[in-house]
């Protein structure tokens, strides 16, 4: 009896070291970092953003716009990924081509895009595939991004199905390239070239113009670039230039290795054992984020608090927030706005309530989707190298006084 | 005249500010140099040499704390899928020891 319970009392410890060792099961997913310093350097048109880097530009948005269902421009994340970007662009030249497998290849302007062809507006989340990484654990590869890699926006252009039926597809068409104007400081190195199954376009894939009204900003694409309603941003390419239409897909860097998830059920690996089959990360999962009160901020006892945040997925659609104040044992319903931004946007949720107990006090949200998809606990979420597709249910911990 | 010329200047100003959005775009546009903090050590002037001509420093140092192997991963994809073959085999060596002992995780895989 006593040999047993020995054996069994060294087995466990032998178990917790090989897990030590492996550094993966004793490590678990946890909120992404919060309330990082924005930048005392303002970037083009941009308020001071949390900058992680001048070359190429890469900025974050605070939480606080989270509060809201449109996400400013000059608060808008950036994310690029070539260091030169044209430093001017002239919009009375700026052509945008259309070649390939097409009946009549295309030179557009943009007056002519605003012109000559039905003009759309789209609202829609635009978010990094890598949004919140700084969440895995152990540390994914790339930015570490806190909840703020991610926006919402009303574009503005033309569908992207009018430009190339007007082209005219010829029978091989299959695959779509986007090429954008920025590039590389190395001659060799490649483009930036997305590539998209034709079966993956629908009329809600729009080349846009406007954002929000304005112009798009310089940093987020300039004169024109591509929206995706419900994909991760990885394939929204900026300073659209050129689309090509081809019959085979061409083997691109920014297609086959970056921005790939594991292809199994759990789409996730460990970092000894790295799932050796891999898919894109295309689209996006069921989310929400608090943006009022912020993490570590003061709250009032016995005042009356609303929480807001927004909540959003690929667009099937947001059925209910729920609110836990007491770590996720219990939840209770948030009030969502009217929808009517449409099913690709944010959807604004508030929830009332007085705080009566001082000290620390944890508020959490988890957004629900029309299938019945939620948002798991982050120690549930499993890893993958890339730190991407992160969703966990969301926390602050503010202190009422 | 005083008078007049005040009108013109204030005229003028907001004949700048009214300028549309795509106009000012017209112009070049400059990105700020931001300073990041990155650490001295053995191999900086590698790193400096090789890796700032495509990117900035905080690029480097905002991808955490990782082991050996990331970072002799993250230069080997610099040279095979970026095509910076400009890089010697000694001076990935170099860069990557850097990286490890400054923004290492103490692991080697």
């Not at chain 1, 000559?116 to 609202?123: I, P, R, S």
């Not at chain 1, 061409?250 to 594991?262: E, G, I, N, T």
């Amino acid at each position: 009896m006593e040999r047993r319970s020995f054996i069994k009392t060294a087995l466990s410890a032998a178990g917790a070291a090989a897990l030590g060792s492996t550094g993966l099961n004793a490590a678990t997913t946890r909120q992404p970092v919060d309330n990082r310093k924005i930048s005392e350097v303002a970037f083009p048109e941009k308020r001071p953003m949390i900058t992680y880097s001048d070359r190429p530009p890469l900025l974050e948005s605070t939480r606080d716009v989270f509060a809201y269902p449109i996400t400013p421009n000059d608060q808008f994340f950036v994310r690029w990924h070539m260091p030169d970007i044209p430093t001017r662009i002239d919009p009375e030249t700026y052509t945008i081509h259309i070649n390939g497998l097409v009946e009549k290849e295309l030179h557009i302007t943009l007056d002519q895009l605003k012109n000559d062809f039905e003009q759309v507006e789209v609202t829609a989340v635009l978010q990094c595939g890598g949004n919140s990484r700084s969440a895995f654990q152990p540390v994914a590869g790339g930015i570490q991004w806190g909840n703020g890699a991610m926006g919402c926006a009303k574009w503005k252009g033309v569908r992207l199905s009018d430009l190339l039926d007007k082209a005219g597809l010829k029978k091989e068409a299959a695959w779509i390239g986007f090429n954008g104007q920025d590039n590389a400081a190395y001659y060799k190195t490649p483009n930036f070239v997305r590539e998209l199954h034709l079966d993956e376009l629908d009329d809600h894939v729009i080349v846009a113009y406007e954002m929000n009204g304005e112009d798009l900003p310089y940093l987020n694409g300039y004169p024109i670039r591509l929206v995706i309603p419900g994909y991760y941003s990885d394939s929204w390419v900026k300073m659209l230039s050129n689309i090509t239409v081809t019959d085979k897909y061409k083997s691109l860097f920014f297609m086959d290795v970056a921005y790939r998830v594991p292809d199994n059920e759990c789409e996730c690996e460990t970092p000894e054992k790295r799932a050796k089959k891999t898919k894109p990360i295309t689209k996006m999962n069921v989310k929400s984020v608090i943006g009022y009160p912020t993490q570590d901020s003061i709250v009032t006892h016995n005042s009356h608090l609303v929480v807001r945040g927004v909540a959003f997925d690929s667009g099937q659609g947001i059925r209910e927030v729920l609110i836990s104040l007491d770590e996720g044992k219990t939840w209770d319903q948030a009030i969502l706005d009217d929808g009517s931004a449409g099913r690709y946007a944010f959807r604004t949720f508030r929830y009332s309530f007085k705080p009566t107990k001082y000290g620390k006090m944890k508020i959490m949200s988890k957004a629900i989707n029309k299938l019945g998809e939620e948002q798991p606990f982050a120690k549930d979420i499993q890893w993958n190298h890339g730190g991407y597709k992160y969703n966990g249910i969301d926390e602050v911990m503010v202190e009422v006084v | 005249m005083k008078i007049t010329n005040r009108i013109k200047k204030l005229l003028l100003a907001a004949a700048v500010i009214a300028v549309p959005l795509s106009a000012k775009v017209n112009e070049d546009v400059a990105v700020p140099y931001v300073a990041f903090p990155i650490k001295m050590g053995k191999g900086f002037d590698v790193v400096q040499a090789q890796c700032l001509t495509c990117h900035s420093f905080g690029y480097m140092i905002n991808q955490g704390p990782q082991s050996r192997t990331f970072w002799k991963e993250k230069v080997e994809k610099m040279i095979v899928h970026f095509k910076a073959d400009m890089i010697t085999e000694k001076d990935a060596e170099i860069i990557t020891d850097y990286f490890f002992e400054q923004y290492g995780n103490g692991k080697l895989k």
